[in-house]
């Protein structure tokens, strides 16, 4: 997943109660892991499909299934949260995305920015590391959440990319509206909803 997914799925769950917070133990993980397989694609072969998406081999997630391995290496326990908490109380998370929707989404975070002006011709020669402290609007909260569903960061990155070129550069009038912003690395990207 990109970062920009990433920080709105943490945004998601932050929302959700401690009473709905994910298994904390690898065992009990991975026994929500397993639970989630077993429902979508049903009981055959489930293990199997559990320790693919981990990237793992299935007798490795049979050991923490049964609690025999304790303290996964820091990459696998990272994706084991990261596909636990993606899954984890679907319609509590779409309940808090809806509500999302409607309201404005607080941005932080830093980027490489690059701009092309189409009418001048100019163009950065070295992106810039940039912050950004935003407070986007629903019309664009709304479509940065469907690309959290869809799971689709380009999308995510071309609507934030969009609502800072329009909202910011092009508000300045003269040249800038035919000014575009290009991301490049994003280092890290935090919602508040």
């Known amino acids: 997943m990109g970062k920009i997914l990433d920080g709105l799925r943490r945004a998601v769950y932050g929302k959700l109660t401690d009473q709905q917070a994910i ?10 892991l397993l639970r989630d397989e077993k429902k979508t ?3 055959a072969g489930a293990v199997q499909r559990a320790a693919a998406r981990l990237g793992i081999h299935p007798d490795s997630f049979r050991r923490y299934l049964n609690g025999k391995r304790k303290n996964p290496p820091a990459q696998i326990q990272q994706k084991l949260d990261s596909e636990v908490r993606a899954n984890w109380k679907p319609r509590l998370q779409k309940q808090v995305i809806k509500a999302a929707q409607a ?15 189409s009418r ?3 163009t950065t020669p070295d992106p810039r590391m940039r912050h950004i402290a935003e407070t986007l609007p629903p019309q664009y909260a709304t479509p ?4 959290l569903e869809d799971g689709d960061e380009q999308e995510a ?6 609502y ?3 909202e910011k550069i092009h508000e300045a009038g003269g040249d800038n509206e035919y000014t575009e912003i290009q991301f490049g690395d994003i280092r890290f990207m935090d919602f508040d909803i």
């Open 103 to 117: 309201g404005p989404v607080r941005v932080k975070g830093k980027a490489e920015f690059g701009y092309s002006n």
């Open 164 to 166: 800072i070129q329009v």
């Open 157 to 162: 990155q071309r609507i934030l990319a969009l």
């Open 120 to 122: 001048s011709g100019a």
């Open 41 to 43: 694609r049903g009981e």
């Open 23 to 32: 298994p904390k133990t690898t065992k009990g993980q991975a026994a929500a």
């Open 144 to 147: 940065l959440f469907q690309a």
